[in-house]
C-alpha cells in the first residue's frame, strides 16, 4: 500500500492543483467520506424527505464497492462506479503522471490572477451585464494542466447544475425512472439529445488546448482526462457536504431546508458522467498499446 495523501508535501500537493490531500486523505477526504455516505444512505440512518429517498438509495448503491451500474441505470455507460478504479489506482499514480513529462509547457507553474476554479459553471453572460464571473477560488501558482481542470470538467459539471425554469429554486433533474425498466433510472431525452453537443465541445476543447498551449503533445491528454475525472467525483463528494450542511439527513425545522434533493442528484449525475468519461475516454487511452507518456517531450 501506498504512503497515506496526509504525508504528501504542500508543494507536491500544489503540483497537481491541490486535488490529492483534499480528496484522498483517509478519513476527512473527499473520496473516503462518498463511501461513508453511501454507508449511511444504505442502512437508512439519515433523515430524508419524500424526494430525497430515491436519489439517496442510488447513491447507497453504486457507491458499495464494485456494484454493478446497470442495477441502477437501464442504459450504463460503464461497469462499475469509478471510484472503484480511483480507490484501486490511488494517488501516487496521478502524481507520478503530472511530474514525468520533460516540457515545461506542461510542468512549469502558472499564477492564476484569480482565476483558479475558473470554468462554464462560475460564468454568467448577458447582453445588459456582460460576462460576469464568481466563486473563482483563492490564486495560487500551479502548472497549466492542473489551471485547466475546472474549464474541461465544466462542460459536464454545468448540466448537474442548470436552473429549472419553473422553480428556480432547484436544478433540473438529469434522470427520470421508468417501470418499463424495472423502475431504473435513465436520462431524460433532453439530456440524451444535449450530450453528443457536450462532447464535441468539450473534444473541441481539449485538443484546441493540447494543440495551442502545450505544442501538440498527446501525452497531456490522459493527464487532462484524469483531473477532468476526479474533479467531477470529488465535486459528487462536495455535494453530500453542502446538502448536510443546509439541513439535509436531519429534522427539517424551517422552509429554508427545503429543495434539497437537488444536491444529491447532482452528485448522482458527476459520477453517472465521470464513470462515462472514465470508460469510454480514458481506460482506452491507458490501456492504448505503446502510450508511454513517461517519453513526453515538446520543444519549447
Known amino acids: 500500500k501506498i504512503a497515506n495523501a496526509i504525508e504528501l508535501s504542500q508543494a507536491s500537493n ?14 476527512s477526504g473527499r473520496f473516503p467520506k462518498l463511501r461513508q455516505y453511501a454507508t449511511l444512505f444504505r442502512e437508512r440512518r439519515l433523515m430524508l424527505d419524500q424526494y430525497e429517498a430515491l436519489p439517496a438509495t442510488v447513491l447507497g448503491k453504486i457507491l458499495k464497492p ?60 448577458s447582453t445588459q451585464r456582460g460576462v460576469e464571473l464568481f466563486d473563482l477560488g483563492t490564486p495560487q ?13 465544466s462542460f459536464f459539471h454545468i448540466l448537474g447544475m ?7 429554486n432547484t436544478w433540473v433533474c438529469r434522470f427520470e425512472t421508468s417501470a418499463k425498466e424495472g423502475h431504473r433510472l435513465s436520462v431524460t431525452q433532453k439530456t440524451e ?18 494543440g495551442e498551449v502545450f505544442d501538440k503533445n498527446e501525452n497531456v491528454r490522459e493527464l487532462l482526462l484524469t483531473y477532468t475525472i476526479y474533479q467531477l467525483v470529488s465535486d459528487a463528494s462536495f455535494c453530500l457536504d453542502r446538502w448536510e450542511m443546509k439541513g439535509g439527513g436531519r429534522e427539517r425545522v424551517n422552509d429554508r431546508n427545503t429543495n ?3 444536491w444529491l442528484w447532482r452528485s448522482v449525475w458527476d459520477l ?4 462515462d468519461l472514465y470508460d469510454s475516454l480514458l481506460r482506452p487511452l491507458q490501456s492504448k498499446e505503446g502510450f508511454d507518456n513517461t517519453n513526453a517531450s515538446t520543444s519549447a
Open 272 to 275: 453517472y458522467i465521470a464513470s
Open 193 to 210: 439529445s444535449l450530450m453528443p453537443y457536450v462532447h464535441k465541445a468539450f473534444g473541441y476543447a481539449m485538443d484546441h488546448m493540447i
Open 66 to 125: 464494485q456494484a454493478r451500474m446497470a442495477d441502477v441505470f437501464a442504459q450504463p455507460l460503464s461497469e462499475h462506479c469509478v471510484l472503484d478504479e480511483i480507490e484501486e489506482i490511488g494517488w501516487l499514480p496521478v502524481l507520478q503522471l503530472a511530474a514525468s513529462f520533460e516540457s515545461h509547457l506542461v510542468t512549469d507553474c502558472i499564477w492564476t490572477c484569480g482565476l483558479t476554479d475558473a470554468g462554464l459553471h462560475n460564468t454568467f453572460v
Open 162 to 168: 442548470e436552473e429549472d425554469k419553473e422553480n428556480q
Open 14 to 27: 500544489e503540483f497537481v492543483g491541490t486535488a490529492i490531500i483534499k480528496n484522498f486523505k483517509p478519513g
Open 141 to 153: 501558482l500551479m502548472p497549466m494542466p492542473a489551471f485547466l481542470t475546472k474549464f474541461l470538467m
Open 260 to 262: 434539497l434533493s437537488k
